[in-house]
């Protein structure tokens, strides 16, 4: 698990190792335990180290491999990396360490682009062909682990984050409005390849990308899931279901705790991260290191669910920790949660997530999360109104659930020059909708929200906020395998008991009913679910800071009637408007981008 970047150039130019340095410098708390760069013409490759897999300096990057003419970095972890290797040793392949990134780096070899559809993990990297000077980067399915790129003159630039390609220079920072639109509207989610932006983008989920050296580009989206009944499932009673779901997810739990260092559990006190806990009990586990967090409660809304997460921990023996955050505390990791996002993520979670995997990093360096369940067994409440809908509605009724705001609502509150003249976002909704291989308005809502929301939402906020104390993060909801077992799960069945009914029936053979019959729970955050105090104050002097006014987001008045009324407007999904304007621009300003 680590932070990668580099320069590829493509007019005869010499790589600039100085830009790829200023990139690792940036990237230093993804990876607090080593650096590497390598040059060679018109490449270059930077690496910051997380050790996870081989302590030793066997396993540093960039990794080279003279005899095949192959240099690499690569991001992540392979877990099924043992038996890939003892195949590849079976064809004659010799190793040189025992890290995962090796193997990745002989299985291109040995199988090329393809190698991807071998590998059960999450991944971002990049092979430096010798002999072609063709570089290849490949991203995972889910897009677990990210990859951004810039193209300049004569010359691309690729980083674990986009805060690392600013720093290196030469990246056009205007905005760009379609960007904005979705992150207005579409709660903050900008699918790839965009990025808030224009000069930045991001290479696709589940994408294998070549570039030849003179700077031609071609694109293999390797994999996308099905969300249709499958014939060989034909026939399946309830109960059925509950054991496919429950082997599937236990086999993606025991996956991860593939590890040279221990594995903790970020629990949270419901029903997904509790799953994992127990799933990891029944595997044996003694002395599970488990973590929960809560903050201090501002009037009536409560800043923990201790008292789910103590049931977990009590009935499974965990050796558990109970991370209290003060309010002043809070504030004080603002500007942290910030300064590490990749891109402006408007979910109070970040924050929290933040603070916690401060805590918790100096206990373990790796944890199992939660995260995901709910997009891909139906756990939001904007998916039960899709149930049975014609597929002519489907579009409006998901909209009416999740989108943050009309079209003509944003022409009321953007400055004229950022609008696009269309409603982009509820295009992007329509486009996906109408692709095949989704059966009713539940399956296509579940794979918008697993292939796209969930990627620049929830997941990226994890990775963001963990890799920003040198924290892994691995999400056994979005092994691929297991996800394509929800995708074909009748949507009858995920929409049982108000969502996620099937992994509700499941967890009954493995959690306590306490945990898996209470009302569904979010990451509380009270000190900034309403804006009062320091935490209002900061907001405004954002907003009316002068690199605020010079850039011209917002209409004045609409600025003027969010601070006037700092929490009465909100968006489809409750979230604070001022904050989510204040966020960008609070995001914009801590990153240097004028």
């Known amino acids: 698990m680590c932070g990668i970047s580099g320069e590829v150039r493509f007019d005869g130019g010499v790589a600039d190792m100085a830009a790829v340095a200023a990139m690792c410098d940036q990237l230093q708390r993804r990876g607090p335990d080593g650096s590497g760069g390598w040059q060679a013409g018109p490449v270059a490759l930077g690496h910051r180290r997380l050790k996870i897999i081989d302590l030793t300096d066997a396993g540093a990057q960039p990794m080279v491999d003279a005899e095949l003419g192959l240099t690499m970095v690569f991001n992540g972890i392979i877990y099924n990396y043992k038996e890939l290797r003892a195949e590849l040793q079976g064809a004659g392949y010799r190793f040189f360490s025992t890290s995962d990134t090796e193997v990745v780096l002989k299985a291109y070899h040995r199988w090329g682009a393809a190698c991807v559809e071998r590998f059960l993990g ?37 980083a674990s984050s986009l805060p690392a390609l600013v720093r290196a220079g ?38 294998v990308r070549t570039y030849e050296p003179d700077g031609r580009e071609s694109d293999w989206e390797y994999w996308r899931p099905v969300h249709e009944r499958r014939a060989d499932l034909a026939g399946l009673r309830p109960e059925e279901w509950q054991e496919r779901v429950l082997e599937s997810l236990r086999v993606a739990v025991r996956r991860r705790m593939v590890a040279d260092v221990p594995v903790g559990v970020l629990l949270s006190g419901g029903i997904d991260s509790s799953m994992v806990v127990g799933l990891l009990a029944e595997e044996g586990q003694k002395g599970l290191a488990t973590f929960s967090i809560g903050f201090e409660a501002v ?50 979670d970040a924050v929290a ?21 709910d997009e891909v067994m139906a756990g939001y409440d904007w998916y039960p109104p899709l149930d049975g809908v014609p597929a002519d509605q489907a579009v409006e009724v998901y909209a009416r659930g999740f989108v943050d705001r009309t079209h003509d609502e944003l022409a009321r509150q953007l400055s004229a020059r950022w609008l696009t003249s269309e409603d982009v976002s509820r295009a992007l909704i329509t486009e996906h909708f109408a692709r095949p291989g ?37 999400v056994p909801f979005l092994d ?101 304007a204040g966020l960008l621009e609070l995001w914009l300003q801590r990153h240097g981008i004028s």
């Open 438 to 474: 989704a059966d009713t308005a539940l399956d296509k809502a579940l794979r918008l929200d697993s292939t796209i929301m969930l990627v620049d939402d929830p997941v990226k906020r994890v990775d963001n906020m963990t890799m920003a104390w040198g924290l892994e993060a691995r």
């Open 353 to 373: 997530f933040y603070l916690l995997s401060q805590q918790v990093s100096q206990h373990v360096k790796v944890v199992q999360s939660g995260q995901g369940a």
């Open 122 to 158: 999450m991944f971002a990297f990049v092979v430096v062909e010798r002999d072609t000077g063709r570089v290849v980067m490949a991203r995972d399915r889910f897009g677990i682990k990210p990859l951004y790129l810039s193209r300049g003159p004569g010359r691309l630039r690729f």
């Open 299 to 348: 009037g009536e809304r409560a800043g923990d669910e201790f008292v789910y997460s103590d049931v977990v921990a009590e009935t499974f023996g965990t050796d558990h920790h109970r991370l209290m955050i003060p309010s002043a505390d809070v504030h004080a990791g603002l500007d942290g949660a910030i300064g590490a996002m990749a891109e402006p993520q408007v979910s109070h």
């Open 170 to 207: 030469g990246v056009d920072t205007s905005i760009d409005p379609v960007a904005l639109h979705h992150y207005m509207s579409f709660h903050a989610v900008v699918p790839a390849p965009r990025t808030i932006l224009a000069g930045v983008g991001k290479l696709p989920p589940a994408t």
């Open 480 to 580: 691929h395998e297991f996800a394509e077992l929800a995708a074909a799960v009748p949507p009858e069945l995920k929409l049982r008991h108000g969502g996620k009914g099937v992994l509700k029936d499941a967890a009954r053979k493995v959690i306590p009913a306490d945990v898996i019959d209470r009302p569904k729970g979010y990451f509380p955050v009270p000190a900034i679910t309403d804006l009062h105090g320091d935490y209002l104050a900061t907001v405004r002097a954002a907003l009316r800071a002068p690199e605020a006014r010079e850039r011209g987001l917002f209409r004045p008045e609409y600025v003027d009637r969010l601070l006037a009324e700092p929490n009465a407007h909100r968006t489809t999904l409750g979230a604070n408007q001022l904050w989510q």
